[in-house]
Structure formats: structure tokens, C-alpha cells
């Protein structure tokens, strides 16, 4: 089966501390992106990237890294610097191309401060 | 830039009653549209997309949209509500030449009442 996973499902980060959050996809696209959604606020994009050893910041990048390594998979570490690390994190992929095309999305980590 | 605006954040409706979601956008070039339904802690579920092509737009599980250019919109519509369609339901925008980002609405979370 195709799709994308993400995980942990949970994820409890300390204060001051890194945590690191996986997706991979078996779908063969080349771009993915990374959101955070909070209530009442949909889902705002932190970082995509469109081919791999790539990466363009988003709406909200400040406190996240990311890194393409492989064109399956897109890291996303939330740094001790976001202050409001509390959100339910979202990853995507998709094809490249003129526009229109559709984004899938993975079911999800949501990440809780100790 | 791009935006989306979904009219009320929650709509409940009674089962076997028309479901009328409303999407509202602003974009500098013809846009790319999509409506998202997403399940309690889950990830985004594609139901239908406009690309130009017709505008009238069919979905799935009942659900169609119609693109009309001249007032910005994208409202979702389905005839009859089933209990299986509470969920939390996301439009969104891309523009051509955007390297295929979306830029969400907030969400309208609908609760079907039997």
C-alpha cells in the first residue's frame, strides 16, 4: 500500500529539549511539506521541499529544521528555540508540476510539552 | 498573496439535511481550489479539487462544489447529511507558479445531529 507515515503518533518534549519528528512516504513525489494545526487556526505550512538537499521556509519556520536527505523522507526537528511547541503536526508530499496537484497527507504526531 | 476564508467554525445540521459549507478566496492568478475533510486526530482527506476544468466539481461521498469566479468562491454542498460526514472540513488555495504550496482556511467543524 502507498501513503505516507508519520510518527510517533505521541511525542512528549521537555524543556529545552530537541525533539525529532518522522515522515516517509512511498508515493515517489518529489516535493513534501511540513504543517502545524492548531484550533481554529487550520493548518499553516512550516517548511517544504521540492527535491532533495532542498528546502524553502514556510509561513512559521522560526524554532523548526528540516532536512531531505532521501527523496522518501523529510524530517522535522522542533528546536528549544519555538516556545509553543504544542500542536498537532502535519506532513504532505506530491507530485511536482504546473499546479493543481494534489497534496496527501500522513495521519499525524502531535506533540505535548512536559 | 492568497487567502481563504471559511464562514463559521462550526455548523451543525440534522440528519438528511443539506450540508452548505462556504469558501471565500482572494488570489492575484486563476487559482487551484480543494476541500479537505479531516476525522478526529487523523491526517486530511482529499474530497474534490477544481483545475480549471468544470465548474461544477464532484467529490466523494456525495459532496460536489462549484468554482464561481465572479464572487471568489467555493462553497461545499451535500443534499442529505449521514452522521459519517461530522468531521472537520478545511478549503484550500494554490496558485500556479507557487511551487504547489496550499494556503488553508481555518476549518468549519460539523456536527450532524440525528
Known amino acids: 500500500d502507498g501513503g505516507i507515515t508519520q510518527s510517533p503518533k505521541y511525542l512528549f518534549r521537555k524543556e529545552g529539549q530537541n525533539v525529532t519528528l518522522s515522515c516517509e512516504q512511498n508515493?515517489?513525489?518529489?516535493?513534501m511539506y511540513w504543517y502545524r494545526q492548531d484550533p481554529g487556526q487550520g493548518l499553516r505550512l512550516i517548511y517544504y521541499s521540492q527535491i532533495v538537499n532542498d528546502f524553502q521556509k514556510g509561513d512559521i519556520a522560526e524554532g523548526y529544521s528540516v532536512s531531505r536527505e532521501k527523496k522518501e523522507s523529510f524530517p522535522l526537528t522542533v528546536t528549544s528555540a519555538q516556545k509553543n511547541p504544542t500542536a498537532f503536526y502535519l506532513c504532505?508530499?506530491?507530485?511536482?508540476?504546473?499546479?493543481?496537484?494534489?497534496?496527501?497527507f500522513g495521519p499525524g504526531t502531535r506533540l505535548l510539552v512536559l | 498573496a492568497q487567502s481563504v476564508t471559511q464562514l463559521g467554525s462550526h455548523v451543525s445540521v440534522s440528519e438528511g439535511a443539506l450540508v452548505l459549507l462556504r469558501c471565500n478566496y482572494s488570489s492575484s492568478v486563476p487559482p487551484y481550489l480543494f476541500w479537505y475533510v479531516q476525522y478526529p486526530n487523523q491526517g486530511l482527506q482529499l474530497l474534490l479539487k477544481y483545475t480549471s476544468a468544470a465548474t461544477l466539481v464532484k467529490g466523494i461521498n456525495g459532496f460536489e462544489a462549484e468554482f464561481k469566479k465572479s464572487e471568489t468562491s467555493f462553497h461545499l454542498t451535500k443534499p442529505s447529511a449521514h452522521m459519517s460526514d461530522a468531521a472537520e472540513y478545511f478549503c484550500?488555495?494554490?496558485?500556479?507558479?507557487?511551487?504547489?504550496?496550499?494556503?488553508f482556511g481555518g476549518g468549519t467543524r460539523v456536527l450532524v445531529k440525528p
Open positions: 508515493l515517489n513525489h518529489d516535493a
Open positions: 504532505a508530499s506530491s507530485p511536482l508540476g504546473a499546479g493543481g496537484k494534489t497534496q496527501y
Open positions: 484550500a488555495v494554490s496558485e500556479s507558479g507557487a511551487g504547489n504550496k496550499l494556503t
